[in-house]
C-alpha cells in the first residue's frame, strides 16, 4: 500500500461518510473496506483507506435498492479491481427488479386491504357505532375473498 495517502482513523472515516463507528467496524469485518492495522505504543488502531468513503457510499446505495451486504461484497471488489462483469451485474439487477415488483405487488394488495377496512370503520362510525361487534365484522373467509377479488383486478 502506498505510503503517500493519508489512512483514516474510524472517528474520521465515521464523520467524512456520514455514518456509525459500529457500521464501519461491521463492514470491515465482512471485507467491505480497505484497512489496515497499525500499532503506536501499546496501542493497536485500525487506519482505514481513503476510498472507503465511497465504499460507504456505495454499499448504502446498494443497500437502499436492496441488496443485502453478502451479495454487495464480491461485486464491490471486483468493482475496485476493475473486473466486474457488465453480464452478473445485469443478472443481479435483473434478479432485484423482478423481487421489487413481487414486493410491490404485495404492497397493493396490502394497501387494497387497509383501505377498505378503513372505509368500512369510517362508514360504520357515520352510522354512529361506538365499538366494534364481532357480529359486525367480516369473517376471515370473507377477507380472504376480498383479498383476491382485489388482487385478480390488477
Given at each position: 500500500m502506498n505510503s503517500d495517502i493519508h489512512y483514516l482513523l474510524i472517528g474520521q472515516l465515521a464523520?467524512?461518510?456520514?455514518?456509525t463507528k459500529d457500521t464501519i467496524r461491521h463492514y470491515d469485518e465482512l471485507g467491505l473496506l480497505k484497512s489496515r492495522k497499525r500499532q503506536a505504543g501499546s496501542r493497536l488502531y485500525t487506519e482505514y483507506h481513503p476510498e472507503c468513503i465511497e465504499r460507504i457510499e456505495l454499499i448504502k446505495g446498494a443497500q437502499t435498492i436492496g441488496f443485502k451486504l453478502n451479495e454487495i461484497k464480491n461485486g464491490l471488489n471486483d468493482y475496485y479491481d476493475g473486473?466486474?462483469?457488465?453480464?452478473?451485474?445485469?443478472?443481479?439487477?435483473?434478479?432485484?427488479?423482478?423481487?421489487?415488483?413481487?414486493q410491490q405487488l404485495t404492497l397493493t394488495t396490502v394497501i387494497g386491504q387497509l383501505n377498505e377496512?378503513?372505509?368500512?370503520?369510517?362508514?360504520?362510525?357515520?352510522d354512529n357505532y361506538q365499538?366494534?361487534?364481532?357480529?359486525?365484522?367480516?369473517?376471515?373467509?370473507?377477507?380472504?375473498?376480498?383479498?383476491?377479488?382485489?388482487?385478480s383486478k390488477k
Open positions: 464523520r467524512a461518510a456520514n455514518t473486473t466486474l462483469d457488465i453480464d452478473e451485474q445485469i443478472q443481479a439487477i435483473s434478479a432485484k427488479l423482478e423481487q421489487a415488483k413481487r377496512r378503513l372505509i368500512r370503520l369510517k362508514q360504520m362510525k357515520s365499538m366494534i361487534r364481532r357480529s359486525d365484522c367480516p369473517s376471515p373467509s370473507e377477507i380472504n375473498a376480498s383479498i383476491h377479488k382485489t388482487s
